[in-house]
């Protein structure tokens, strides 16, 4: 069941808005339902990249600060884990943070100027929950923060620019879904599809998402079948079509010929939908 309700989570999530707090609320009782490795692989496909958004978006602005964009991603802090949380931080909030703090005091700070960045550095302080001012990247940044006030307020120079530590391990999204989902190889190349006659251009997406994109656009169920394999590969299970993705040889075979399975052949994403339709029309006509 869990390829499925993870799908169709994903699928659901694809227009969400940061700003919208139902997904928290529907996603929430389903963590300890998950597995780790499975949870982590739903936050990186359909939540992170959302949040990463929201902070990149976010200005930080001293005279006129707009907190939305922050506190949006603050509300994920218990369904996020720390690493993934630790990371959106420093790689989207704290080099903006860091930018303004120093520009601040850029010029020769009087007492005041020194009092104003004080109260700004203690705000935003409280603008973390606990458990994140416990993250050692995060403690380490602030840190930084402090050390940076204090220096101006000696009138010694400021760092010029703050890179955060890297982590012990880093753990990049491909990596996190490559778990849940099974090993697949990034595609570089463009697919060609037949029946349109267009290329589709990958950046870093795999051949398989792309599959699993378009059929969430179609509205067909795309699923693993579990314990079925073609020649090495997973199959899947395209609406009513039993399909192999081969991100290496950037290649989507088909079982077309019916039931014996070495009847796999070439298709395109439009192939595949086509067929689901065939399949499913006679299904329907046969029930008539």
């Known amino acids: 069941m869990w390829p499925k309700i993870r799908f169709k989570f994903s699928s659901a999530l694809r227009e969400w808005h940061p700003a919208d707090d139902s997904a928290k609320v529907l996603l929430a009782p389903w963590k300890k339902a998950f597995g780790s490795r499975d949870w982590d692989a739903l936050m990186v496909r359909a939540i992170i990249p959302k949040l990463e958004s929201a902070l990149a978006e976010l200005q930080i602005n001293p005279a006129a600060q707009d907190l939305e964009p922050f506190e949006w991603v603050m509300k994920w802090t218990d369904l996020l884990s720390t690493r993934h949380m630790t990371r959106l931080l420093l790689d989207f909030f704290f080099p903006k943070w ?39 990247g995060v403690k380490d940044a602030l840190r930084h923060g402090l050390e940076t006030i204090n220096r101006a307020s000696c009138g010694k120079p400021l760092p010029t620019t703050w890179n955060p530590a890297p982590p012990a391990k880093m753990s990049q999204r491909h990596d996190v879904l490559e778990e849940a989902y099974g090993p697949a190889h990034i595609a570089k190349t463009p697919i060609i599809e037949e029946e349109k006659g267009e290329g589709v251009y990958f950046d870093d997406r795999t051949l398989r998402e792309l599959v699993e994109q378009f059929a969430a656009e179609v509205q067909v169920d795309f699923l693993p079948k579990m314990g079925r394999f073609q020649e090495g590969l997973q199959v899947y299970s395209f609406g009513l079509v039993s399909c192999t993705v081969d991100s290496a040889r950037q290649s989507i075979l088909a079982q077309m010929g019916g039931s014996d399975r070495k009847s796999w052949v070439p298709v395109s994403m439009e192939q595949l939908l086509n067929e689901h339709k065939r399949r499913l029309f006679q299904q329907q006509k046969g029930n008539l």
């Open 98 to 136: 860091f930018a303004a703090l120093r520009h601040w005091l850029s010029s020769t700070p009087n007492q005041q100027t020194m009092d104003d960045v004080t109260k700004w550095y203690l705000h935003w302080k409280t603008l973390f929950p606990d458990n994140i001012l416990a993250l050692e």
